[in-house]
């Protein structure tokens, strides 16, 4: 197919078709993204622009682009760049445009990626923008999910901070294109938005949703953790109670079916005792990974590169 | 004619008369016109009035104005059945419903507080417009106003 997507701003935005492709163009660089260098990207340059902390995101990036034979430039702290002389984000969009061949993009506002993508003459990925989008963490799971299970009938339990998450509400959307049947598992106070479900039910997602941890496990394909943040929570005791009931323990994958995988986008804080990392279920370090030929695949579509 | 509908609908010479106005939202039609309480012009505003088509609505006469565009796409977002009728020396000269814009720019501020047409940004809100019921969906952070458009208006 020709993908001529110029920008990576928001799941919303894919058909599935798409999707698929970026997925089967991870499946064929993901060897390179083990280990070694081709020169694919030779002469190309990316710009990391990262406003708020990352880890994963900028890391893997750097080494997609590195694998890859290209080059990288950091936007460095904010503190080191005219950032901190309040220069807005679209003139400094403007200015690295011009440096540069495709710029990822983090920022702490709402729509701030797809405001970039106005001013760019480069193609922007959007690196997560506030409580919006991350959609090539969604492109990860979807490869960790499509490689170590299965998308199509899947049964999935998607657990956590269902209210604010930015990766799950993108999840959940994608996952409706493939007719998943989704089990939404949260504390009544971070319950997935009553407009966003609907928005999946009317897209063909079988979804379902309850408090109860315990009455899921056994029966989905894949569990999905994410973290619960404790800001959301004015009494902390209540948080207390609320990290206890989802905490993953050894005990729990105990009658979960034996090909059930388990997933988490990272980082984890209490919601997984670390005697689970042992377990044939864990997938979550291997998914921090797949984050790799995943933007190995899409720094490929961006500067318009065939695989 | 019978006394109470001559009190209601007063004529008048030139200007708009802005009928099947949702019942509750002539005052947020003034506030769209700029209409204020130390404003000259000659306003007469009809506050759930009985109707065929609807069961209660608002009426705003402004004598000697006609309505630009952009105003009458902001009605047309609090009160999608309203009626445009301009008058000229008495008589109706044009009458039109308004007409749901697909897209609004620079008209209603986004409800979220982080979105980035919020910031200092040079950018102008724009949001896509979807009807029955009338739903605002940002172009940047895609948080959808559904209730009480009105206090978002710019």
């Known amino acids: 197919m020709t993908f001529d997507r110029r920008h990576i701003l928001s799941m919303k935005d894919f058909t599935i078709d798409e999707i698929d ?30 406003y708020e902390p990352s880890t994963r995101t900028r890391m893997s990036f750097e080494t997609a682009m590195l694998r890859l034979g290209g080059s990288v ?5 904010k503190e080191a760049s005219s950032v901190v002389k309040g220069e807005t984000l679209a003139d400094t969009i403007r200015v690295i445009s011009t440096y540069s061949d495709a710029i990822v993009l983090r920022h702490p506002s709402e729509g701030s990626a797809r405001m970039a993508a106005e001013f760019a003459s480069v193609p922007i990925i959007n690196g997560g923008d506030g409580a919006g989008h ?42 409706s294109l493939y007719g998943a049947n ?26 379902s949703e309850t408090e109860n941890l315990d009455e899921v496990l056994g029966n989905v394909d894949v569990l999905y953790m994410t973290r ?16 206890g009931a989802y905490k993953i323990t050894g005990e729990h994958l105990e009658n979960v079916r034996e090909d059930m995988i388990f997933m988490h986008p990272l980082p984890r804080v209490y919601e997984i005792d670390s005697s689970v990392d042992g377990s044939t279920h864990a997938r979550y370090f291997e998914q921090s990974f797949y984050g790799v030929p995943i933007r190995m695949a899409l720094l490929t579509i961006v500067l318009g590169v065939e695989v | 004619m019978t006394l109470g509908k001559e009190l209601r609908v007063h004529p008048i010479r030139d200007g708009t008369v802005i009928d099947h106005i949702n ?30 088509d609807i ?21 047309s977002l609090i009160s999608p059945n309203a009626t445009i009728n301009i008058i000229r020396d008495f008589g109706v000269a044009g009458k039109h419903r308004v007409k749901l814009p697909e897209m609004v720019e620079s008209m209603v501020r986004c409800a979220n507080p982080n ?31 559904t209730e009480n458009i009105a206090e978002h208006l710019l």
């Open chain 1, 21 to 50: 492709f970026i997925l089967e163009s991870a499946v064929k660089l993901e060897t390179l993204a083990r280990g070694g260098k081709s020169d694919l990207l030779a002469g190309n340059i990316l710009a990391l622009l990262f």
């Open chain 1, 73 to 77: 430039l950091n936007l460095g702290s």
């Open chain 1, 134 to 175: 991350h959609p090539t963490q969604t492109l990860l799971d979807l490869y960790t999910i499509k490689k170590e299970s299965h998308l199509d009938n899947l049964d999935i339990a998607i657990v956590g901070d269902l209210k604010y998450g930015r990766t799950v509400h993108s999840l959940a959307y994608a996952l």
């Open chain 1, 182 to 207: 989704i089990t939404f598992v949260s504390p009544p106070q971070l319950k997935m938005p009553d407009q966003i479900k609907g928005d999946l039910k009317a897209m063909g997602a079988r979804v």
């Open chain 1, 228 to 243: 619960i943040q404790k800001e959301r929570f004015p009494d902390p005791t209540e948080y207390n109670k609320v990290v």
């Open chain 2, 23 to 52: 019942a509750g939202q002539a005052m947020n039609v003034l506030k769209i016109l700029g209409i204020t309480g130390s404003s000259s012009a000659v306003i007469s505003v009809a506050m759930n009035v009985s109707s065929k």
């Open chain 2, 55 to 75: 069961e209660f609505k608002d009426i705003v006469k402004i004598e000697g104005r006609e309505l630009k565009d952009k105003e009458v796409d902001k009605i």
């Open chain 2, 115 to 145: 979105c980035i047409s919020n910031t200092n940004e040079p950018v102008t809100s724009k949001f896509e417009v979807k009807s029955d019921p009338i739903r605002l969906r940002c172009i940047y952070c895609e948080h959808v106003i």
